[in-house]
C-alpha cells in the first residue's frame, strides 16, 4: 500500500533555532499534502495545505512565517518551525492521498 | 469551515462488548468519511471509510454508518478484543483527497 514516511521522528532543539521536518510520498506522487500539530490527548489539528508548485494554504490561526512550507516536488513537502519556542513543541504529523489519506509517522518535537 | 464533534470522549467496554462512536459533521458539502485508529506516539491508522452515496459499510468487526440528512455518522465495533484498545479519530472531508478535519478522538478502552 502507499506509504507516507516522515524525518525525524523525534527532535530536541534549543530556545530560538529552526527545524525542518521532510514529508515524502514513497510509491505514489501527491501534488497535495497536508500538515497536522496534535497535543497530548488532543485530536489532530490541520495546520495547512501544501501544494506542489505553489504556496501552501494555511488555516487560520496559523503563522506562515513561523511554520513554513515547501512543496517543491511531487513527493516531498517540508515543514520548518522557525524561531522555535517550547510552546511549539509538538507532535507534527503529515499526510497525503494515495487510494486513502496515508500519515506519516509524525516528528516530536521538543523545544527546550 | 467543517466542524466535527465526536461522542463520547472515553470509551470502556467489556471484551467481547460492542462499542460505537457517533460523530457529526456541519459542512453539508462534505463526502468523505474516514475512520482511524491511533495508538500511542504513533501514525493514525485508517480502519475504515465511508463515502456520502453509501449509507452503511462492514468489514468484519467493523462497521459505519452514515446518515447524511442529520449530516451524522458511527462507528460500531463488535466482538472487542484488547487489541482494540486505542484512540478512534473520525474526520470529513469534501472529497476524499482533500484535508481532513478530525473529531476531539475517542480513547476506547477494552477491559480483558
Known amino acids: 500500500g502507499a506509504v507516507v514516511s516522515q524525518h525525524p521522528s523525534w527532535v530536541i532543539c534549543k530556545s530560538g533555532t529552526s527545524v525542518k521536518i521532510e514529508c515524502r510520498s514513497l510509491?505514489?506522487?501527491?501534488?497535495?499534502m497536508f500538515w497536522y500539530r496534535q497535543f497530548p490527548k488532543q485530536s489532530l489539528m490541520l495546520m495547512a495545505t501544501?501544494?506542489?508548485?505553489?504556496?501552501?494554504?494555511?488555516e487560520q490561526g496559523v503563522e506562515k512565517d513561523k511554520f513554513l512550507i515547501n512543496h517543491a516536488s511531487l513527493t516531498l513537502s517540508t515543514l520548518t518551525v522557525t524561531s522555535a519556542h517550547p510552546e511549539d513543541s509538538s507532535f507534527y504529523i503529515c499526510s497525503a492521498f494515495g487510494l486513502a489519506a496515508f500519515f506519516g509517522q509524525g516528528t516530536r518535537l521538543t523545544v527546550v | 469551515g467543517e466542524n466535527v464533534e465526536q461522542h463520547p470522549s472515553t470509551l470502556s467496554v467489556q471484551e467481547g462488548d460492542s462499542a460505537v462512536i457517533k460523530c457529526t459533521y456541519s459542512?453539508?458539502?462534505?463526502?468523505?468519511f474516514p475512520w482511524y485508529k491511533q495508538e500511542l506516539g504513533k501514525r493514525p491508522q485508517l480502519i475504515i471509510d465511508?463515502?456520502?452515496?453509501?449509507g452503511e459499510k462492514k468489514d468484519q468487526r467493523i462497521a459505519v454508518t452514515l446518515n447524511k440528512t442529520a449530516k451524522h455518522f458511527s462507528l460500531h465495533i463488535t466482538e472487542t478484543q484488547p487489541e482494540d484498545s486505542a484512540v478512534y479519530f473520525c474526520a470529513a472531508s469534501k472529497t476524499p483527497g482533500n484535508q481532513f478535519y478530525f473529531g476531539t478522538g475517542t480513547s476506547l478502552t477494552v477491559i480483558p
Open positions: 465511508i463515502r456520502s452515496n453509501v
Open positions: 501544501s501544494n506542489e508548485g505553489s504556496k501552501a494554504t494555511y
Open positions: 510509491d505514489f506522487q501527491a501534488t497535495t
Open positions: 459542512d453539508s458539502a462534505s463526502n468523505y
